[in-house]
C-alpha cells in the first residue's frame, strides 16, 4: 500500500506533517504494510491535508485529515473522496505544467524522467538557438509573471544580442496577493524549472541563471537548493548539460522581500546587491540586465512551462486557449470561497464558472461581491462582468488585467470603500519612491479617500483626475496599475463613495 500525503507549504501549515508522523507510527504499530510519499500538492488546498492510499485500486483520497484521524483512516473506517483525479475540481483541469504536482516526489528525479520529464530538454539540445526559439513562439506562450508579454520574442532579442556573457533570471517573487503557482511548482515540482531555464539556456547563450525567491518562501529556497544540487551531481546542470558538451548553471537568491523587487529592473538591482529601485526602460532588461548584460527575466511558471511544450510539441500547447491566449493557465482561487487552490485550465473559461461553479461560490454562503483579479494593482470586477472569458484581451477589454491569475473573492459584505483606500495605501507603502505620481500620488490618494468617507463627495472628481495622473505618469506598472482597483471599485460601486455623511443626515 502507497501513502501519499503533500510536503506543500500549504499543507503543512494545515498539518500534513503531524499527520504523516501519526502515519508512520500507526504503520509501525500495526504491522500493515505501507510507505509513506510527500508529494507535492494536487492545489486542492480546502482537502488538506489530503491523504491518496493506494492500495492498488489507483489512488483514492480522504481528506481533510488530521492526525487523530489516522487509526480510522488506516482501520477502513473512513470514506474515501474517491478517485483523487475524479474529484470534480480536479477532473475539470488540463494540467500541463502541473501535471506532475502531487503525483510525484518533488526531489525524485527518477519520479521526474518517469512522469516525462527531461524528454523536452533532450529534444531542445539537439536544436539551434533560432529553432528553440522558433518552438516557443510557436507554441504562444506569453509571460505568466503579469504583463502577457510573448516569451519567444523576449528570448529572441537575447538570442540575437551580442555578448561574452548572457544570463537567464527567474522571477520568483511572487508579491500578488491571492497568488501561489510559483510556490507551489518549486516545492512540488522542481525540475520542471531548472529543466525550463535550461533550455532558456540553450535558446539565447546564456551559460547562468538565478532563481530570485521571496524570502518568505522558506521550503520553497530549501526545496529549489537541494533539486539544483542533484540535478548538479546528475548532470543535468554543469559543464557538460546531458553529457551534451553544452554549459548552464544555476543557482538560488532570496530577496528580503519588498513588492516592487518583483518588478524585473527592481529584482536585477537587488540580485546585484543594490536597493530594489525600479530603472528607466531602456534599455531593456533583454539587451542590458543583470550586471549590465542581456538578460532574459522571466516568471516561474512561463520557465516551467517551457518543459512540456518541449515534451509535447509546440502545436500540441497552442490547440488550448482562446484567441492569442493560448495554452493553459493556472488560476489561483482564494479569498472568500468554498474550494480555494490551483486550477489549470486552457484560457477561455468564463470568470463567473471559475468563481461560482469551480470554486463553489464563497465560504461565508453569502452571494458574491466582487473579485479582484491580477494581485493588488488588479480590477475588481462585479458580476455584471462574470460572463467574461479569462483571456489577455478579453480582460483587457473590460478594464482588468489577468496578471499572475490570482483571484481573490469578495462577498457582499465587503467595503468597497476600504478596498480602493487599501490599494492606494499599499501603492504608499510600498512605493520604491523613484517618481512623483507614485510617491506622492499615493498618498494624495489615501488622503482623500479619507475626504470621501468623511463625506466629501467633491472629492471623487480629484481622486479620478489623481488616477488619471498616476496611470499616465508613474515610471512602472505599481504606480500605473493602482488606478485599476481603485477606479473599478469606484465605478462598479459609486453608491459606496457617495458621501457616507450625507446619507447619516
Ligand atoms: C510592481 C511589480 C511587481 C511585480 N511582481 C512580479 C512578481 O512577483 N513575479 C513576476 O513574475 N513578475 C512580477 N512583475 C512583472 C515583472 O516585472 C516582469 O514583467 C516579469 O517577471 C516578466 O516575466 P514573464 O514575461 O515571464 O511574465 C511585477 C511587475 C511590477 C510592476
Ligand atoms: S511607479 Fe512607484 S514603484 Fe514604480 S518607479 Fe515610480 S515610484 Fe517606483
Redesign the pocket.
Known sequence: MKIYVSRDSAAKALGADEVAEALTAEIDASGIRGEIIRTGSRGMVWLEPLVEIDAGQGRMAYGPISADDVPALLGGRIDSLGLTEEIPFFARQTRLTFARCGVTDPLSLSDYETHGGLVGLRRALVMSGEEIVDEVKVSGLR?????G?P?GI?WDTVRLARAAQKYIVC?A????SGTFADRMIMEGDPYTLIEGMAIAGLATGATRGYVYLRSEYPDAIAVMEEAVKRARAAGILGADVLGSGRTFDMEIRSGAGA??C???TSLLNSLEGKRGVVRSKPPLPALEGFLGRPTV???VI?LATVPVIFEKGADFYAAFGLGRSKGTIPVQIAGNVARGGLFETAFGMPLGELVEEVAGGTASGRAVKAVQIGGPLGAYFARDKFDTPFGYEDFDGQGGLIG?AGLVVFDDSADMLKMARFAMEFCAVESCGKCTPCRIGAVRGVETLDRIAAGDSAAVEVLTDLCEVMKDGSL???GGFTPYPVMSALQAFPEEFAGVKEAAE
Open positions: 509571460g505568466r509573471g503579469g504583463a508579454f516569451t523576449k522571477n517573487d511572487e508579491g500578488d513588492y516592487v518583483g518588478e524585473e527575466v522571466n516568471n512561463s499572475h512602472c506598472a505599481l
